[in-house]
Nanobody, 115 residues
């Protein structure tokens, strides 16, 4: 089993920044990808960014140029740096990993962008 613990969410004004962290523990050998998805009320969950084991990255068009994903392999932690936040970025953000074709989810951390 894999456990994911997220942190870093909160309330921020438009144009502000936040950094989300997700620490993986447990049976972490063989993780193929680490990333972040988000879900706003009434919307489907969408993949925001992910980083693969070869360090290649994907970032959704809606956040490209504003969000950056990175990982620390020593700490087994993935980060999402979010800059120039907009009200439409408000959502519950979930850490997600894929290991041996199985997807795991964190409990979610709320990000609210509002003045």
């Amino acid at each position: 089993q894999v456990q994911l613990v997220e942190s870093g969410g909160g309330l921020v004004q438009p144009g502000g920044s936040l950094r989300l962290s997700c620490a993986a523990s447990g049976s972490i050998f063989g993780i193929n990808s680490m990333g972040w998805s988000r879900q706003a009320p009434g919307n489907e969950r969408e993949l925001v960014a992910q980083i693969l084991s070869d360090e290649s990255t994907y970032v959704a068009d809606s956040v490209k140029g504003r969000f950056t994903i990175s990982r620390d392999n020593v700490k087994n932690t993935v980060y999402l740096q979010m800059n120039s936040l907009k009200p439409e970025d408000t959502a519950l953000y979930y850490c997600t990993i894929v290991k041996h074709a199985k997807r795991y989810w964190g409990q979610g951390t709320q990000v609210t962008v509002s003045s």
